[in-house]
Structure formats: C-alpha cells, structure tokens
T-cell receptor
C-alpha cells in the first residue's frame, strides 16, 4: 500500500475487555514497530519485529500485552483485560531494511484506544 | 537509560519569524537522530534524519544540527508559515533500531 495502515482508528473498550489492534505495513518492509503514545507525551517503544521474528519486546508494559506478525507482514497488538491506564494512541511503524543508519521508520496514523 | 528532552514545550510565533527548537539527550552513543512532525489525529512524518557521523541536514526551510559530544540537536525553521503549526518530535535511535522520543514542542504560527 501507499503507507502504513492501522485499524481501527478509534476503539472504545470497557475495562476488562480484550482488544486487538491491526497494522498493515508498507509492502516489502522488513521491520515493524509498535509504540504507545499517552496524551501529551512522546511515543514510547513497545516491541519490534524483523519479518516474523519478534526481536525486542522490552517495552511491553505487562504480560497483558502481546504482539504477533505470523507471516512477516500484517501485525496485531493484543491487549487483554484492558485497564484505564492502557488508554493511549498506539502507533505502528515500518522500515524497509532490517538495519542501517539511514533506515527511516514510516508511521501510521495510529489507533486511539479509550478504556472506560 | 537514554532520556530525550525538548525545550520549549510550546512556542507561539508570528508568521515569517525564524525559530529554533531544541533537543537534548543523555547518552551520546546514538545511531542517528530524527526530527518528526505530528499533526493532530495523524501519524508522524519524518522531516530530517542526521546520521551519527554528520553535523547537519537541510531540507527546504528546515535545518537540523547534531552535536553528539554535548548531546544536543537543534531544528531551525526559516520564515515560518501557519502551515508549520504542529508538534515537532525529536527521536534518537539506539543500536537496537528502536527510537527514543522526547515529549515534543507544540508550535503555533500565527497569521
């Protein structure tokens, strides 16, 4: 596709519900990243995939957060038993190469999650 | 732990003014530094990327500088326009590919 696509754009969940957020990266991009952006803050790293391999999940805040990219393309971020503190914008980014100093990350518009 | 700080948090200027946004980081062992723009309800758009071996990058009215030894970067915007109004984010890339962001500077350019 032309850019990174995320769905849904907005999600309202009741506390305790499970949610799944989808990211379609730019076609052919090897690397995929998830970030969490709370209101008034900069994005914070959650996890990173190179093709289907999850190479870094150090930013996932708890074991309620799980991400996958089974075929090395589309990725899903799942949050179980949502809490109010999970309310944020979840941003997905992809980059063409696995590594490299000029490897630019291209971001989607994000999914705004509100937990009531 | 790498920390990125952006000053000021918000800035309001009249159209046509030249301005400077500041970014500082605590650990100089960075791979590169990027400046992004974020418009409300939209994702991040990469403006400039400065590799660790470079001192500055330019694109149109934008110029970004990097001083690794002092842990500082500046984004210079010349002849500001109302369309430049957005939040500007600075991010440093560590060796692991992940980006560490500042909180951003919210810029308003008044006509």
């Amino acid at each position: 596709g032309a850019g990174v696509s995320q769905s849904p754009r907005y999600k309202v969940a009741k506390r305790g519900q499970d949610v799944a957020l989808r990211c379609d990266p730019i076609s052919g991009h090897v690397s995929l990243f998830w970030y969490q952006q709370a209101l008034g803050q900069g994005p914070e790293f959650l996890t990173y995939f190179q093709n289907e391999a999850q190479l870094d999940k150090s930013g996932l805040p708890s074991d309620r957060f799980f991400a996958e990219r089974p075929e090395g393309s589309v990725s899903t971020l799942k949050i179980q038993r949502t809490q109010q503190e999970d309310s944020a914008v979840y941003l997905c980014a992809s980059s063409l190469r696995a590594t490299g100093e000029k490897n630019i990350q291209y971001f989607g518009a994000g999914t705004r999650l509100s937990v009531l | 732990k790498q920390e990125v700080t952006q000053i000021p948090a918000a800035l309001s200027v009249p159209e046509g003014e030249n301005l400077v946004l500041n970014c500082s980081f605590t650990d100089s062992a960075i791979y590169n530094l990027q400046w992004f723009r974020q418009d409300p309800g939209k994702g991040l758009t990469s403006l400039l990327l400065i590799q660790s071996s470079q001192r500055e990058q330019t694109s149109g009215r934008l110029n970004a500088s990097l001083d690794k030894s002092s842990g500082r970067s500046t984004l210079y915007i010349a002849a500001s326009q109302p369309g430049d109004s957005a939040t500007y984010l600075c991010a440093v890339r560590l060796g692991s590919e992940k980006l560490v962001f500042g909180k951003g500077t919210k810029l308003t350019v008044n006509p």
